[in-house]
């Protein structure tokens, strides 16, 4: 089984990945749902580390992304332990790599500041790491912290699914930012991947996707996303 199919069965047995009637943060509602906030355990977050780092290996190696990043950037609060999971899987394979990740208020005591780690400087390239990627919203609002340093590259996006939809237009929230800031996406699996993976397969005994299900996705995915 390769990392992406690995990975879904995973989001599924962890109760990251649910299905239902939810609300996005875009104000969408969605038939499915992730959310990293319910990985609980340490094993999960070291497991969930080593995703990114395969996500992160795989993307270098086929040139999307370079090899000589320099920081990864979590922005609070989801995006904290998933940037320092991934730097501490990738320093576990020999790749040791600073990482930091923003206060919601600067601190206005002590040595003060906006983040936390490492303080990124001119000549950084930086892999902003996230969740989940709907309409770019997150993305979008931590772009000033690094525009008011100068001189630091963002490199891309790592995120854990892409759930392949519209931004403000019709285009995706991937190609906005790629288009808007070159800001390329790298996902470690798509909303396509899952229902590919999941549909009338079971995990562990359980059908997550039956056929209702992918009929509603499908749906939903007609309406928001740029292709089926």
Same mark, same amino acid.
């Given at each position: 089984?390769?990392?992406?199919?690995?990975?879904?069965?995973?989001?599924?047995? *962890?109760?990251?990945?649910?299905? /239902?009637?939810?609300? !996005?943060?875009? &104000?969408?509602?969605?038939?499915?749902?992730?959310?990293?906030?319910?990985?609980? !355990? &340490?094993?999960?977050?070291?497991?969930? /580390? /080593?995703?990114?780092?395969? $996500?992160?290996?795989?993307?270098? %190696?086929?040139?999307?992304? *370079?090899?000589?990043?320099?920081?990864?950037?979590? @922005?609070?609060?989801?995006?904290?332990?998933?940037?320092?999971?991934?730097?501490?899987?990738?320093? &576990?394979?020999?790749?040791?790599?600073?990482?930091?990740?923003?206060?919601?208020?600067?601190?206005?005591?002590?040595?003060?500041?906006?983040?936390?780690?490492?303080?990124?400087? *001119? /000549?950084?390239?930086?892999?902003?790491?996230?969740?989940?990627?709907?309409? &770019? !919203?997150?993305?979008? %609002?931590?772009? @000033?912290?690094?525009?008011?340093?100068?001189?630091?590259?963002?490199?891309?996006?790592? +995120?854990?699914?892409?759930?392949?939809?519209?931004?403000?237009?019709?285009?995706?929230?991937?190609?906005?930012?790629? %288009?808007?800031?070159?800001? #390329?996406? $790298? @996902?470690?699996?798509?909303? *396509?991947?899952?229902?590919?993976?999941?549909?009338?397969?079971?995990?562990?005994? +359980? +059908?997550?996707?039956?056929?209702?299900?992918?009929?509603?996705?499908?749906?939903?995915? #007609?309406?928001? $996303?740029?292709?089926?």
């Amino acid at each position: 089984m390769n990392y992406k199919d690995s990975f879904i069965e995973f989001m599924a047995k *962890s109760g990251v990945l649910t299905f /239902g009637e939810f609300v !996005t943060k875009s &104000g969408r509602h969605s038939p499915y749902f992730i959310n990293t906030g319910n990985y609980r !355990t &340490g094993g999960q977050i070291a497991a969930l /580390g /080593g995703f990114y780092a395969d $996500c992160i290996e795989a993307n270098m %190696e086929s040139g999307n992304i *370079s090899r000589d990043v320099t920081v990864l950037f979590g @922005p609070a609060y989801k995006g904290i332990p998933l940037a320092v999971s991934a730097a501490a899987a990738l320093a &576990g394979r020999g790749a040791d790599i600073n990482y930091c990740f923003n206060r919601k208020e600067a601190k206005d005591h002590g040595e003060g500041g906006g983040m936390v780690g490492y303080n990124p400087a *001119s /000549g950084d390239k930086v892999l902003i790491i996230e969740d989940v990627i709907t309409a &770019g !919203t997150a993305v979008r %609002e931590c772009l @000033p912290l690094f525009n008011r340093i100068g001189g630091v590259k963002i490199e891309a996006l790592i +995120v854990s699914v892409d759930r392949m939809e519209k931004g403000a237009g019709d285009r995706t929230a991937i190609d906005e930012l790629f %288009e808007d800031y070159g800001i #390329r996406t $790298c @996902p470690i699996v798509t909303v *396509s991947d899952i229902m590919s993976r999941l549909h009338n397969r079971p995990v562990d005994g +359980v +059908v997550y996707i039956d056929d209702l299900m992918k009929q509603k996705m499908e749906t939903y995915m #007609r309406e928001y $996303c740029a292709a089926p």
